[in-house]
């Protein structure tokens, strides 16, 4: 089916007005339409216009009739799918609504397009923009000062945007809140009574609605509007009070957020012996809201989690208790059914587990009969296939569809795992086939999965009407007992061939999504919508990291190919690096590692006869233009990242100023390390301009694991014992900082958090980065008390294996290399077959693309490049797995 042609309005209006020299440009999201004339200012009072996917195109048509009239830049969501999408509950909420943005050239043709623009869509539906003020109560007309073109700005993280520009020059960035709040600098445009209050208040109030229900407190917001915790002045109880925004996920029917928070109300009634309690409904401001019995306890996706980590040994749920679980979870379904409805969105998320271990369903907006036509809900791995091949909009699936939900859960609760998987393209394995390749990984290690798994197969199978009916699994569980030992399933786990397969698959996708570096691109891999605007050459989603990959490959695996890719990657990263606004410090961000990637291919080129002599030089000066004093003392972006690769150049070349300056960067972190009652931390400051400023982080990447194992490092190289001294003080930071159980050890990210809060387990904020440094710490000192803690922490990563992502930053790669340094260290341990079994966890999450096998970025669903976040990091750790050798991005690898 073609797509809505949504530009075909706007080229009518040109053709209509005679403007044939304005030029429209469509990128994947939006359509920009220019004057022959003019340039965008770089900042100032913009317009929103607001529509709904019905009404869009009787407001995209109107507006562009002002807009192209006056002569005015504009640009609009490129596409009815688009529309849906940004108005759309799930949409960012100070961004939902702006379908159109008009760029007035000055202040009085503002006025009078804001004027204007109201006049033409007056009466016509949209959601209203949160960050914006309206130019009238219930206008589609909206405004907000922010940037046109704006100023593109490096930032302190290595990120690019664009900044505003502050009166005094200085540039700022321009927030985008979900309130009305234009710099203090900024005049307002219109007079007369605001539509919407231009700040909130210092210090908000109570809020009470609808004369009896007094907020205590945000649960979430969201684009569909707020859930609250809030006190029932009439009876004196705690409820929960839902909010539906209008225009809101109206979709193509018009049935917005407010008939489905109706519609939820009418549900809560009709299944109250499994649903909260409907407490009243009301509408206030053009809002509905419901208010609802709260529920103590936590979803069930949580409920597993928890069980699954802190449970006494390796195996998952206890048997006896996965059974009980699946029971109780058909029942709820069997009470839904036996009412003549079906859920449409069952999963562990729409299921409270109490205190009491009773199981509630919540949020069942999407219930209704079947046959009824309704926008269908789906929750990716959850739903059946016949909703994901159904129309968006269409008549209800029966109960078979949620029987096959039904399996999807008490997959999630058998393994622990959400069955999300990336596409195959072509589609090769239907989703049934990927759960049933997930159980056969799993059952041998967890009783309860293999227990259940004739359930989960009979629910999931592809055809609706062979799918196990209620009546059938409720006789299966009934006669469940005990299980005895867990039998061989006779399939091998993945070993060195189907890793040595992802290597050269995964190798293999990267060379072919390669943009060609001789057409100049912006990136030579895209990295998602925040990797997107980090720095290109980077390492962390940038160019640098791959590179690091391909030279490691090829020093191990002997590719033509992989050559005159590390040649050609090379050769555009020492090019646009030099395009830079300014040089940032950072291992993973800045160009620390760029020139650190840049000087090993150079060196690996040289030896194979190719490359250019003087890249490697020109790679050495690059580092030596790198700042070592820097307000971030962090691996990551700052100054320890900085002294690593310092101390790398000092390994590789021998030239003493490279040592020099490690010092230097060791001599700025001696001063501004902060002691405290709990220990030694290395705070970012608190005015500095970046996401971090204040932190107080533990971990490797931007905290005290990291700045440790550099110190670490150049007390090695210098003897100053200053530097060892405060790496043990790390140390002991961290052994302190611990939490520890049979499940093994975790560290929060911060040392602000609650205690036993937060608790993370990877390289970037968690355990297999604790790890790092204390074994480091541990070999270095010969402490038992680091290297046992270093030992628990290897448990914990281990043990969330099935539930990682399978990134080096947070996730299966960067804990696989920990565990090999451990395997090292400690030989006669079970680290190397852990780390073969991460291995497996990421063969089991393959994708096939084109006849390659390759591992999916850290969504789980999409693929990307980047070391990091996607494919270059498991590549490196599976190299090293099959062949040995050094830890990636350290001093001496």
Same mark, same amino acid.
């Given at each position: ?17 005679? @403007? ?97 623009? %109201? ?49 005094? *020059? ?85 049935? %917005? ?9 009418? $549900? ?43 449970? &006494? ?7 006896? @208790? ?27 998320? $729409? ?13 069942? @907006? ?14 990716? /791995? ?67 999965? +293999? ?77 998602? &919508? ?46 646009? !690096? ?6 940032? &410090? ?42 070592? !004093?820097?307000? $971030? ?21 021998? +030239? ?42 533990? /971990? ?65 904020? *968690? ?60 030989? %006669? /341990? ?62 001496? !690898?």
């Amino acid at each position: 089916m073609l797509t809505f042609p949504l530009h075909s309005l706007v080229r009518s209006v040109l053709v209509e007005l005679g @403007e044939g020299e304005w030029t429209v440009e469509e990128t994947d999201t939006w359509c920009h339409v220019s004057p022959p004339t003019g340039r965008a200012r770089i900042q100032g009072w913009k317009l929103h216009v607001s529509a709904t996917p019905l009404s869009v195109p009787h407001v995209l048509h109107r507006a562009a009739e002002v807009l192209v009239a006056a002569g005015c830049s504009f640009k609009f969501a490129g596409s009815l799918r688009l529309v849906d999408e940004m108005t759309s509950a799930g949409y960012d909420r100070a961004q939902c609504g702006k379908i159109i943005t008009a760029y007035p050239r000055d202040d009085d043709q503002f006025r009078s397009l804001a004027e204007e623009l %109201d006049a033409a869509t007056a009466g016509l539906p949209g959601p209203a923009i949160l960050s914006d003020r309206p130019y009238r109560k219930g206008s589609l007309v909206h405004y907000r000062y922010g940037a046109f073109r704006g100023k593109p700005v490096l930032t302190d993280d290595g990120s690019y945007e664009a900044r505003i520009e502050a009166p005094d *020059g200085t540039l700022v960035t321009d927030h985008r809140k979900a309130w009305f709040a234009p710099p203090e600098w900024a005049a307002l445009p219109l007079a007369g009574p605001p539509g919407r209050a231009a700040k909130p208040p210092a210090v908000p109030g109570p809020v009470l609605l609808d004369d009896r229900f007094e907020v205590r407190e945000a649960i979430r917001h969201s684009a569909r509007g707020g859930v609250y915790r809030a006190l029932d002045r009439k009876t004196g109880r705690e409820v929960v009070v839902k909010q539906a925004r209008a225009h809101v996920g109206g979709g193509l029917t018009g049935e %917005d957020a407010r008939v489905l928070l109706r519609r939820e109300a009418r $549900n809560l009634s009709e299944l109250a012996s499994v649903c909260p309690e409907l407490v009243h409904e009301f509408e206030q401001d053009g809002h509905a809201f419901l208010v609802e019995g709260l529920v103590a306890g936590e979803p069930l996706a949580q409920w597993v989690r928890t069980r699954e980590v802190e449970a &006494p040994d390796d195996s998952g749920m206890v048997p006896a @208790e996965a059974v009980a679980l699946a029971a109780d979870l058909t029942r709820l379904l069997v009470e839904v059914h036996g009412q003549g409805l079906v859920y449409q969105d069952f999963t562990p998320n $729409n299921v409270m587990v109490t205190p009491e271990r009773r199981l509630v369903l919540i949020d069942p @907006e999407w219930v209704t009969a079947p046959g009824t036509w309704i926008t269908r809900a789906m929750t990716p /791995g959850f739903a059946s296939p016949e909703q994901f091949a159904g129309p968006r909009y269409g008549p209800a699936f029966g109960p078979e569809s949620d029987l096959y939900s039904l399996g999807t859960v008490l997959c999630y609760v058998a393994t622990g795992v959400a069955p999300v998987f990336a596409a195959d393209e072509p589609d090769l394995r239907t989703h049934s086939e990927r759960i049933r390749s997930l159980l056969e990984a799993v059952t041998a290690e967890r009783p309860a999965a +293999r227990l259940l798994a004739p359930a989960v197969v009979g629910l999931t199978r592809e055809d609706p009407a062979r799918r196990w009916s209620v009546r059938r699994v409720q006789d299966f569980l009934d006669g469940l007992g005990e299980p005895g030992t867990v039998r061989d399933t006779g399939t091998r786990p993945p070993g060195r061939a189907e890793w040595l397969r992802l290597v050269d698959d995964g190798l293999t996708y990267v060379l072919r999504t390669m943009a060609d570096p001789a057409d100049g691109p912006k990136r030579l891999w895209p990295a998602g &919508p925040f990797g997107d605007k980090a720095d290109p050459c980077a390492v962390q989603h940038g160019a640098a990291g791959v590179l690091g990959t391909l030279v490691r490959a090829d020093e191990l695996l002997d590719r033509g190919d992989l050559r005159d890719a590390i040649a050609r990657v090379a050769e555009w990263i020492d090019t646009t !690096s030099a395009d830079v606004p300014r040089v940032l &410090p950072g291992l993973y961000f800045g160009r620390s590692g760029v020139a650190w990637a840049l000087y090993d291919a150079a060196r690996h080129l040289g030896d194979t006869g190719l490359g250019d002599t003087g890249l490697a030089d020109r790679a050495a000066e690059l580092a030596l233009s790198v700042p070592v !004093s820097w307000p $971030n003392p962090d691996v990551c972006h700052g100054v320890a990242g900085a002294g690593l690769a310092q101390l790398r150049f000092w390994y590789r070349t021998g +030239r003493e100023e490279f040592l020099e300056r490690a010092v230097e960067c060791a001599d700025r972190l001696v001063a501004v390390a902060e002691t405290t009652a709990r220990g030694v931390v290395w705070p970012v400051p608190d005015g500095f301009d970046s996401a971090l400023a204040g932190a107080r982080h533990l /971990g490797f990447a931007h905290g005290v694991a990291g700045i440790g194992a550099f110190l670490l490092h150049a007390a090695h190289e210098t003897g100053d014992q200053r530097y060892a001294d405060l790496a043990t003080a790390a140390g002991q930071t961290l052994v302190a900082e611990a939490e520890r159980g049979p499940w093994g050890a975790r560290w929060r990210s911060d040392v602000a958090q609650e205690p036993g809060t937060g608790l993370l387990y990877h390289w970037c904020s *968690g355990s297999s980065g604790v790890g790092t440094f204390l074994l480091s710490l541990a070999s270095a000192t010969g402490d038992d008390a680091c290297l046992e803690l270093a030992k628990e922490a290897a448990a914990a990563v281990h043990r969330v294996r099935w539930s990682a992502p399978t990134a080096a930053c947070h996730g299966l790669a960067g804990d696989g290399e920990f565990l090999l340094d451990l395997a090292e260290a400690v030989p %006669d /341990g079970p680290y190397r077959r852990w780390a073969e079994d991460l291995a497996g966890v990421l063969y089991q999450r393959h994708t096939v693309r084109d006849g390659l096998l390759v591992i999916p970025d850290e969504t789980g669903a999409t693929l990307r490049a980047d070391y990091q976040t996607g494919l270059g990091g498991p590549v490196q750790f599976l190299l090293r797995l099959a062949h040995g050798g050094p830890r990636p991005w350290m001093p001496r !690898s």
